[in-house]
């Protein structure tokens, strides 16, 4: 890499979040990871990484922050050439008893503020003529359970909003994917359900990361819109 590339990385906590960070880094990026509260960034930077790993605040519901933050990231580090939307929120509930504030703040997270992001980096991508920007979806893109309202609402308008972007910035040289990660992530709270299934049943967030950077990667002869990701025990 003659030039050192940005990444992104909007929505970062302990999980995949930390994993596509370490990832950028690793490929020689230069990663900013925005959270609503950097405060909790603190231990996700990746070892050595010195100036090249920067945190930021993103609110991700917010306009101006959104804004802010990339005006920020033009400032200090140049124009991303990669973007990666992975900020979300569930709290599980029957339709006939979600709030309604509830359902909003969770459509807010996971499908407004991905529009909000998106247009962001839709702006400078198509000023630099070039880039890439990945969403993280789940299976409840796809369908809609029950008792999963908060989630699969978002996810849905999420998706659809990745197609279109994919669709208008496709020929402008802007590579736009969306990935469904279609099973449990591995982290503390889920290693339990590894019982009598093997250390490899969860899907390693370090791998979704690596399938991440492939697609930051791939040349526009045979980009990926849609990506759907699953470990091998994982039932669809």
């Not at 930021?56 to 990666?84: K, M």
């Not at 991905?114 to 839709?122: D, K, R």
């Not at 994919?166 to 591995?186: F, K, M, S, T, Y």
């Amino acid at each position: 890499m003659s030039e050192q590339q940005t990444a992104v990385i909007v929505g970062v906590g302990p999980g995949l979040g930390r994993s596509l960070v370490k990832a950028f880094y690793e490929a020689g990026f230069k990663v900013v990871m925005a959270a609503r509260n950097p405060g909790h960034l603190a231990g996700l930077y990746p070892d050595g990484c010195g100036g090249d790993v920067i945190a930021q605040s993103c609110d991700v519901t917010d306009p101006d922050s959104v804004a802010g933050l990339f005006a920020t990231v033009d400032e200090t580090v140049g124009a991303a050439d990669v973007v990666v939307y992975n900020a979300g929120t569930f709290v599980p509930g029957r339709v006939a008893e979600i709030k309604p504030a509830e359902f909003e703040r969770c459509w807010r997270v996971g499908c407004f503020g991905g529009f909000l992001v998106g247009q962001q980096a839709a702006q400078r991508m198509l000023a630099a003529g070039s880039g890439t920007i990945i969403f993280t979806g789940a299976t409840a893109a796809l369908r809609g359970g029950a008792g999963f309202a908060n989630l699969s609402a978002p996810k849905f308008g999420l998706r659809s909003l990745s197609q279109t972007l994919a669709r208008e910035l496709g020929p402008e040289n802007i590579h736009v994917a969306h990935v469904v990660v279609d099973g449990q992530i591995l982290s503390e709270r889920s290693a339990h359900l590894l019982k009598g299934k093997g250390p490899d049943a969860l899907l390693d967030p370090d791998h979704i990361a690596q399938t991440y950077l492939y697609l930051a990667r791939q040349p526009r002869t045979a980009w990926t819109q849609e990506m759907d990701l699953r470990p091998w025990s994982e039932k669809f």
